[in-house]
C-alpha cells in the first residue's frame, strides 16, 4: 500500500531500493550518513536503521531471493518529532 508522505518546507527526501541481503545495512547506513551528514542525531538515526534493515530482511520477504526493501528518510529540523525515517519491506 503506497501511502502518501508530507514533506515539511526545507526538508530533506531520501529513497533508495536495496537487495534483501543482510549486507546491504552497511549501504544503507553510508548513504544516509551522506544524506544527513548534519543531522544532530545522525549516530542515532544509523542505528535505527540498521534495526530497521536487519527486521526487514530477517522477519519480512524482503530477505527472501530477488526481494528488497526501500528506505524513505524524510529529514527536517523541528522542535519536536524532527526525525522520520521508515523503511518498507517487499509487497507480495
Known amino acids: 500500500m503506497q501511502t502518501k508522505t508530507y514533506k ?21 547506513r553510508a548513504d544516509l550518513r551522506q544524506v544527513a551528514r548534519e543531522c544532530p542525531v545522525l ?26 526493501f526501500t528506505v524513505h528518510a524524510i529529514l527536517y529540523l523541528a522542535t519536536t518529532r524532527g526525525l522520520r525515517s521508515p523503511i518498507r519491506a517487499a509487497r507480495g
Open 8 to 28: 515539511p518546507p526545507g526538508a530533506t527526501t531520501f529513497e533508495r531500493s536495496y537487495p534483501g541481503i543482510i549486507s546491504q545495512a552497511r549501504l544503507v
Open 43 to 68: 549516530e542515532e538515526l544509523l542505528l535505527l536503521a540498521s534495526e530497521l534493515v536487519a527486521n526487514a530482511i530477517l522477519h519480512s520477504r524482503s530477505g527472501r531471493p530477488c526481494h528488497g
